[in-house]
């Protein structure tokens, strides 16, 4: 039997097909034309399915009665407007949902959501709570809040498990380099207070528990968040990750909020000049002055998982495979 898998040639999705393949998983992998797809034709047991998902026709040709699983890992985390993350998160979501729907005895549809789809913490950084009201503050969040909606208006006829991650981070990441390379730059420009709190998993850890969800027996639309267990401030990732780099950052420079949100003016009108999504954007502000942090220990329990790195250790590793790679 084979599992489906969307966003396998991007960093997460890479995570989880490389840990697939390792225990002699079949996996077939959606991607894009224009996707690069080297390091999943490395990869033993893992066979490619054109197609996206917001293209319902693929997603349809890609399932069949020979899928096992469904690992729903693709999404867009940055978008020219609340149209296309609706479209390609919720929409693609919903796409796969009907799919999966006329796949006899799928096993299960793991959908791969976001702490953003809760909401940041309360002022004091207190984990945020499963039971509460999600209150996303970004098109993004609200869009993986639609999806998760979506899922679980199929739970009846579809067995799903929803995961949360908070920011996820390791080798093959682009999101977070921009911060080790200001580090290793000796500079380190910053929003909001350094003793805000946040939860983070490494990409490795976080793979795994979307693979033990695939097989876990839990009651189907059973949600949970994952993380590495620990609570970190700014601070802390900065002394930990110039640890790694054995550099330290000389100049620290705190960008008021005013500044940020001119930036993103800029950043949009440079984005729409050239028809590109850009990670900096006025409703990304939205998220950049919270704290955001969940607690994991349910997943650990339901999932029989535990994650292996803290971010002390998955900082090394990370900077070791930026250097390795050229990136650094």
């Known amino acids: 039997m084979t599992i489906l898998l969307t966003g396998g040639s991007g960093f997460l999705g890479s995570h989880v097909a490389e840990r697939l393949s390792k225990t002699g998983r079949k996996v077939r992998a959606l991607v894009r034309k224009t996707s690069d797809t080297k390091f999943l034709k490395s990869l033993e047991n893992v066979e490619l399915a054109e197609g996206a998902v917001d293209d319902r026709a693929s997603v349809l040709e890609a399932t069949d009665d020979s899928i096992e699983a469904v690992i729903h890992v693709a999404g867009l985390v940055k978008a020219r407007n609340a149209d296309e993350f609706s479209r390609v998160n919720t929409g693609g979501t919903k796409n796969l949902l009907e799919a999966a729907e006329k796949v ?15 909401g940041p913490s309360d002022k004091d950084g207190n984990p945020v709570s499963l039971e509460g009201e999600p209150r996303p503050v970004t098109h993004y969040g609200r869009s993986k809040l639609a999806a998760e909606r979506a899922a679980l208006d199929k739970k009846s006829r579809i067995p799903v498990t929803i995961l949360r991650p908070p920011a996820i981070y390791g080798p093959r990441d682009r999101e977070i380099l921009a911060f080790f390379k200001a580090l290793n730059a000796r500079v380190l420009p910053y929003m909001g207070s350094t003793r805000n709190k946040l939860s983070m998993i490494y990409g490795g850890d976080c793979a795994e528990a979307i693979v033990r969800a695939v097989d876990a027996d839990v009651p189907s639309g059973s949600t949970y968040f994952i993380d590495d267990g620990y609570v970190y ?4 990732l900065v002394k930990q990750a110039e640890a790694a780099l054995s550099k330290r950052a000389w100049l620290r420079v705190p960008i008021p909020k005013p500044v940020i949100r001119s930036a993103a003016v800029l950043s949009e009108l440079y984005g729409r000049a050239r028809n590109r999504p850009m990670m900096l954007t006025r409703d990304k502000c939205n998220e950049l002055f919270d704290q955001w942090v969940c607690d994991g220990s349910a997943a650990r329990k339901a999932l029989s998982w535990e994650p292996n790195v ?5 900082a090394r590793m990370t900077v070791e495979w930026y250097r390795t790679a050229g990136w650094l």
Not at 105 to 116: D, E, I, P, Y
Not at 233 to 236: G, L, N, Q, R, V
């Open 233 to 236: 401030t700014f601070d802390d």
């Open 310 to 314: 803290p971010f002390s250790e998955g």
């Open 104 to 118: 006899k005895g799928l096993k299960r549809f793991v959908l791969v959501s976001s702490l953003a789809a809760a």
